[in-house]
């Protein structure tokens, strides 16, 4: 499981709810005026886990007005603390400012497991300190999940399951993320996307599901509904581009074939998207 590929498609597909969420005492110079943009040229993956080309999140925030100079944050998921490097990040961060002129940069790093991590690089002697060096540290577990159980930032609903809670509280848990997910994601596409990712960090196993479906039938039937919808909407889309395809060789034989092909084309992503 790529985590850190996980929290990538995430602050990507919601970078506003993302630094609200993880960098909540920046985000409140960040106002309805300010556009944020990823800063590589890099296309936003169809499914979860699919990698990208680095292993960070540089995310540039701009007043197009110019009432404040840009702002960069710099995003890194660590599943293992003890893997991560204050002095690989301090190096980083050193070369995005001199690459793009700036010393406006907020490295932010989220932590998925619990466990120890430096927070804060010092470098100079007795007589002088030459660096100071710390980020802002959000490490999932130690966030209470009951005081985002109502949250209308969807990054928090959606990180429910990677919280602090009671064993007895984890269905609540479960049906809060999901019913966030319901309530504050309209896209088809994105709700399928990002039912995966609290899938995968609840990790329910079969009795907690059918107590998940006893206990909130609404939602589970919509999210069940909403699925085979989604499906069957490919399937339909899969024949078109099949058809299409078969009118294009010629022969009654070759739409039958394309036919087949397109519906696998669009099956095959659907379960991607929906199974990794």
Known sequence: MSHDQNFKNLILDYPHESIHFFAAV????????????????????????????????PVLVEWPDGRRAALLF?????????????????????SLAELYGTDRVVPVVIFLHPGGFATRLTLGSEAHRYLDFHYIAC??????????????????????????????????VYAQAMRGLIELEPHPELRLKYLDFIDIYADLDDNERQ???????????????????????GKQEGRREGRQEGRQEGKQEGIEQGVQRGEARVLTTLLRLRFG
Do not use: W
């Not at 309805?32 to 999140?57: C, M, N, S, W, Y």
């Not at 710099?74 to 050193?94: G, K, N, Q």
């Open 26 to 57: 920046e985000a409140q110079a960040i106002d309805t005026g300010a556009r944020i943009l990823p800063i590589r040229e890099e296309q936003l993956k169809e499914r979860l886990g699919e990698r990208f080309r680095e292993l960070d999140v």
């Open 74 to 94: 710099v995003f890194e998921e660590e599943t293992d603390p003890a893997r991560f490097s204050i002095h690989r990040l301090a190096h980083y961060c050193l």
């Open 139 to 172: 490490a999932l577990k130690q966030i209470p999940a009951r005081d985002h159980l109502a949250s209308r930032n969807l990054v928090a609903r959606l990180n429910l399951p990677n919280m602090a809670y009671d064993p007895q509280d984890k269905i609540l």
């Open 211 to 233: 107590l998940y479906a006893q206990l909130y039938p609404q939602e589970a039937s919509t999210m069940t509904g909403f699925a085979q919808r989604f499906i069957e909407e």
